[in-house]
């Protein structure tokens, strides 16, 4: 399994910026993708955004044209880029790598957007 530990997260205030990374132990075999997903206090958790092993990007209607999700396969890391954050982006931020044999997930970082 790939281990991924994310960083970069804190408290923002409305219209800031913030970028979350995301360490991996290795790239995934094959093909594979990356993704951020999000966990706000008493919701479900829900996809971001995440970045196809060609380059192919995804994101989630609520942060298109805000966020930026790209990939670094020489460190390895993650990245997502955050910007004109909005209170309602506050959440625990997850990593995600899924590849052609395994699905792994780091540990959450909190994101705060509050004035």
């Known amino acids: 399994q790939v281990q991924l530990v994310e960083s970069g997260g804190g408290l923002v205030q409305p219209g800031g910026s913030l970028t979350l990374s995301c360490q991996g132990s290795e790239v995934p075999s094959g093909f594979y993708i990356l993704a951020w997903y999000r966990q706000a206090p008493g919701k479900e958790r829900e996809h971001v955004a995440d970045?196809?092993?060609?380059?192919?990007?995804t994101y989630n209607p609520s942060v298109e044209g805000r966020f930026h999700i790209s990939r670094d396969d020489d460190r390895p890391t993650i990245y997502l880029q955050m910007n004109d954050l909005k209170p309602e982006d506050t959440a625990v931020y997850y990593c995600r790598s899924i590849g052609s044999e395994e699905d792994s997930w780091g540990q959450g970082i909190q994101v705060t957007v509050s004035s």
């Open positions: 970045i196809s092993k060609f380059g192919i990007t």
